[in-house]
């Protein structure tokens, strides 16, 4: 007996153009699979460099904020109905590695080729590309603003 098809489609967001364009991708995706729908953005105190980067006022939530950004970002593309059922999952760590995480499991993990670090007019975000080389799901990746199937 084999196993059940997964049953949940994962995005990153990060409230970028991109990544809005990649949930609109993914909810398509999800509705035309019967899956949920998995949206999913992280926070990381600490720089790539190391050095920790919560600098601000006091009493600053930075998960708060990014759930704040996340729930705007996914009412802003879909609405306040989405076609699909809709989890949203702010996690600490790295948007790659938290992405990979989240995507364990799924029938397919959409990300954004660019979002909003880097070098501008690469054709691939790091993000992107660790996403693609590691996810242990098929990884679609969304280049500018590709328009979804009629």
């Known amino acids: 007996m084999s196993a059940p098809a997964p049953s949940f489609v994962v995005v990153g967001v990060d409230g970028s153009e991109a990544s809005e364009h990649a949930l609109r991708w993914a909810e398509f995706f999800a509705r035309q ?3 949920e729908l ?28 990014t ?9 802003k593309v879909l609405g306040d109905t ?6 949203e999952r702010v996690v600490e760590g790295g948007a790659a590695k938290s992405l990979l995480e ?3 499991g799924a029938r397919m993990l959409v990300v954004g080729s ?37």
Do not use: Y
């Open 33 to 35: 699979t019967g899956s």
């Open 114 to 150: 660019r979002g909003r670090g880097g070098f501008t007019g690469l054709l691939l975000g790091s993000v992107s590309a660790v996403c693609a080389a590691h996810a242990k799901c098929p990884v679609l990746i969304i280049h500018g603003d590709t328009p979804l199937p009629e």
């Open 38 to 65: 998995r949206a999913v953005m992280s926070w990381s105190p600490v720089l790539p460099g190391g050095e920790v980067a919560l600098v601000g006022a006091e009493g600053w939530n930075p998960e708060a904020d």
């Open 102 to 104: 989240q995507s364990e």
């Open 67 to 75: 759930q704040q950004i996340l729930a705007t970002t996914v009412r």
């Open 82 to 87: 989405p076609a699909v059922p809709v989890t």
